[in-house]
């Protein structure tokens, strides 16, 4: 009788913990999904190669391990990028070079470059930049490794994104950019 007892209660007790396992593994996959930041980004035209380390981070997962939940839009002649980041409608845009920076300065705007490469600029609100500098230093920081990744590994699945995007954009243009743009770069 005592045998079958302890049994019955050791039963007992690995179902409890096996709930409380099963409890504890639903919280952590809740506070996980609820973990990742809603970003959007709006790019200065249609989909292209010029875009593309953006495009592989968000399809490579490298947004996603950086706790970002981006969402790329893409610019175009009827997009005003400059006006939705003014207006809070994105958090970041990716802009042209100068003179552009100087003239919201000049003009008061309140937006700030958070980052430069090859012929662009990303561009925050000054308050986005202020309030949540640890997203705008992981977005900044996937983004690169997505560049470098495009740039240099395998970057099919972020040019598919590019084509379904961007149905104008064929194979031919996406190759040639990359290659102008790593010899920009000065590597291959």
Known sequence: MIVNAQASLVSRLTLQFL??????????????????????????????????????AL???TYTK????VEIQQGGPQVNGRQLLAAGKIDFLMAGKLPHPVERVKNDVPIVV????????????????????ETVRKFVAASMLGWETYLYGNNLAANEVIKKANPDMTDEELAASVALMKKLRGGQ
Do not use: M
Not at 66 to 69: A, E, I, N, P, R
């Open 19 to 56: 709930v409380l396992l099963a409890a504890l593994a639903a919280l952590a996959c809740a506070a996980g999904a609820s973990a990742q930041e809603k970003v959007s980004f709006a790019t200065n035209w249609k989909a292209q190669a010029g875009h593309g380390g953006f495009y592989q």
């Open 114 to 133: 958070v980052a430069s490469l090859y012929a662009a600029t990303i561009e925050a609100r000054v308050s986005t930049a202020r309030t949540r500098p």
């Open 66 to 69: 950086y706790g970002l939940s």
């Open 59 to 61: 399809v490579d997962g």
